[in-house]
């Protein structure tokens, strides 16, 4: 009830000599021409009636002229016949209110077989239907004197022979949308032939109400009114291909003379004809379309129509993450298909994801020669690199411009990993006893809390399929907080045996655990490895793989918001100290003399109770933390907010020379200050450019100003 057979305008590829659906012809701006054609006035002697076309060779299909009932300029000739150019048959002028009487010169000719507006105005009309067209593109015999050339052959022709009998009045250049072959490239035509549809209303209507009522979600959420548009104006769906890209079609027709019933089956019948008793059957010979056999996916892939276990376990599944490209090729209609054959949603959520682009933002194509082997990529990075890679770079539903040098962020990632693990192993030796009472150390709390947030945030991340923000958390948590704070400040305490080695040592471990059961989605391959070497140590869960052990959990209070404050002022202070060691080129582990006026009370006290951090990380000696402190001659500085960090210079850079290379630093900043200004100053660039390009610029505007106080604050302590 839902498949039947007609004879209607079909998409038309004449290289691959198949029908295509609507959703296989690409749709691109051509530049050609307008031929505004005169046609005569049947019984008037010099009287025309002009047309304007883009394709005159279908004049040859022509079975009437279309006016607008309420145009003047015709009003006269409705009912009238004009003599067809070259063929010179005679066709009738018709009134119909689809004409656009703005377009061109208002009259229209009206092709039924080629054109769907046509087709649309024939039947209203019960005009002719003449097809031009043979199955290749050359012009058939209705076509007469042109027949067996080539379309675009005929149109060169038949416009030439126009202008030669003067009936071509002029040609215009005109720039308009052509359909393309998605598969050929060739131009498509729409052209009359009897095909397999399918009706589209009554599924369309069932997977409308699943999505409206929340059955089925789109991430991002903007899709859904893509999605539901196209469903709410859905056309009958062409199935029937003429080349064997998918099924042959399960339909046996009786050959009997005079009969011509159909028998759906997949097997061949073996029963007579119930309208004529004959037993003569022949299967279709058309195909499915091969989205007319993936539509079935979810289900036929688990044994469908049988209830298997397979199919009761995973029918419906719980997310589908797929392109844009096909969100109606194939995610609508596997709703569609699934409602329908099994009384429910084949799945609940949809990830639309972006298009994997070059870096010049190009499709990638074997015409183009322009895209990137996964194979190679990772053989050249490994697996987990390119996996890592692209998760962090896909922004939801945003478009990605690849290139081969962006999976390099995966691979130092991956090395990161790798190396931390390998200390951390290094040191346990065994598994380390647990905490016999919370940890009281500002690192450890720290730390702990970090995680917690981190578990938080990727969960809910996850949850929401956004995979970028997951990894990204991570990616920060891991690289920044676990790598560069926590096993650099553990390496101090690990080198003297005593509880508070262990203590480290129970950090370490629980957080290379947790932190390998957040990575194992991203990077299953290389956490895997090290969980395993993990487990040895008796570290772990006692899970059989890191594939199946549970998803890290936070809590009731392991967050420690007091700890995080605390911490994040003493690497403020940390990096601050190196970032006056980097800006007067002093070495990482030359010991400083530091003083830090620090005016708030309780972030004073936090510094002082937390000075060895800061002596340790930042190789200070010694720390003094004021009150109130005066800036020491020849000094670098730094301010964080209320703080001022001071670093006596002496000793440890020529002054002179700084000072010099403090004042080329200055003016270019300068230089590039003056620039962003010019672009922000200029009302084109402001209106034209994409916002984010303009809110860029105002932040490196606002960034090299702060960088310009800093570098002259610290040329003016050279003295």
Request: net charge neutral.
């Amino acid at each position: 009830g839902l498949m039947y057979r007609g004879r209607y305008l079909v998409n038309w590829c004449p290289a691959l000599r198949t029908a295509l659906a609507d959703d296989e012809v690409e749709s691109r701006e051509v530049k050609g021409h307008l031929w505004h054609v005169r046609y005569p006035v049947a019984g008037e002697p010099g009287r025309f009636v002009t047309v304007a076309t883009t394709r005159p060779e279908t004049m040859l299909g022509d079975t009437a002229v279309a006016v607008h009932p309420e145009d003047e300029r015709y009003r006269d000739l409705i009912g009238k016949r004009l003599r067809l150019p070259l063929l010179w048959r005679e066709i009738p002028v018709i009134a119909d209110a689809a004409v656009d009487r703005g377009f061109g010169t208002g009259a229209v000719k009206v092709t039924p077989a080629h054109d769907p507006n046509d087709f649309e105005i024939g039947e209203r009309h019960g005009l002719d239907r003449i097809n031009i067209l043979n199955e290749d593109g050359t012009i058939n015999a209705a076509g007469g004197p042109y027949a067996g050339i080539d379309r675009f052959r005929a149109r060169e022709a038949i416009a030439r022979d126009l202008t030669e009998q003067g009936l071509l009045e002029k040609t215009e250049e005109h720039v308009h949308q052509v359909g393309h072959c998605y598969r050929s490239g060739d131009v498509v035509e729409p052209y009359l032939s009897l095909q397999w549809f399918v009706k589209m209303k009554p599924l369309a209507a069932m997977a409308i109400e699943a999505t409206q009522s929340g059955k089925v979600r789109f991430h991002p959420e903007r899709w859904t009114s893509f999605y539901l548009q196209w469903l709410e104006n859905v056309r009958d769906w062409c199935v029937s291909r003429q080349l064997w890209w998918g099924h042959r079609i399960p339909v046996y027709r009786c050959m009997a003379p005079g009969c011509g019933s159909f028998f759906a089956s997949v097997d061949p019948p073996t029963s007579p004809c119930a309208k004529c008793g004959a037993a003569s059957w022949k299967q279709e010979e058309d195909v499915l379309d091969t989205w007319c056999s993936a539509w079935l996916w979810p289900f036929s892939t688990f044994g469908w129509p049988e209830k298997t276990k397979d199919l009761e376990t995973f029918y419906p599944t719980d997310l589908l993450s797929t392109d844009r490209g096909i969100l109606y090729f194939w995610v609508a209609r596997m709703v569609m298909a699934g409602l329908e054959f099994m009384g429910e949603v084949p799945f609940r959520r949809v990830n639309i994801h972006g298009t994997v682009l070059d870096a010049r933002g190009r499709r990638m194509s074997k015409s183009l020669g322009n895209g990137i082997d996964p194979l190679d990529m990772i053989a050249q990075y490994g697996a987990d690199a390119v996996r890592f890679s692209l998760v962090t770079l896909s922004r939801e539903g945003q478009d990605l411009k690849l290139s081969t040098d962006k999976f390099k962020r995966g691979q130092f990632f991956c090395n990161k990993v790798w190396n931390a693990a390998r200390f951390v192993l290094m040191n346990l030796e065994g598994a380390p006893p647990p905490f016999s009472s919370p940890p009281t150390r500002l690192e450890d709390r720290w730390i702990r809390s970090r995680l917690a947030a981190t578990v938080e945030s990727v969960t809910a991340a996850l949850e929401g399929v956004r995979f970028h923000d997951a990894a990204e958390a991570l990616y920060a948590f891991t690289w920044d907080d676990f790598c560069d704070w926590t096993i650099e400040l553990a390496k101090r305490r690990l080198a003297s045996p005593g509880p508070d080695r262990d203590a480290a040592r129970r950090i370490l471990a629980d957080t290379l655990d947790a932190t390998l059961r957040l990575l194992h989605p991203f990077a299953p391959f290389v956490t895997e490895e090290i969980w395993t070497a993990l487990k040895g140590t008796g570290a772990t869960n006692g899970s059989p793989a890191l594939l199946v052990a549970p998803w890290p959990k936070t809590e009731p209070g392991a967050r420690d918001e007091k700890a995080e404050r605390e911490m994040a002022l003493v690497q403020s202070l940390i990096r601050a100290i190196r970032s006056i060691r980097h800006l007067h080129g002093i070495g990482e582990r030359e010991a400083l003399h530091v003083v830090v006026s620090a005016p708030d009370p309780g972030e004073r006290a936090v510094l002082e109770r937390e000075a060895e951090l800061v002596r340790a990380l930042g190789f200070v000696d010694p720390l003094n933390v004021r009150p109130r402190a005066e800036r020491p001659p020849q000094s670098g500085v730094a301010v964080l907010g209320t703080l001022e960090v001071f670093v006596p210079l002496k000793g440890h850079v020529d002054l002179a020379g700084q000072s010099a290379v403090l004042r080329k630093k200055i003016e270019k900043v300068e230089q590039g200050i003056a620039q962003v200004r010019a672009r922000l100053g200029n009302p084109r660039f402001v209106a034209d450019a994409e916002p984010a390009v303009v809110e860029g610029e105002r932040q490196r505007a606002g960034d090299l100003e702060s960088e310009l106080s800093i570098l002259r604050r610290n040329l003016e302590g050279l003295g």
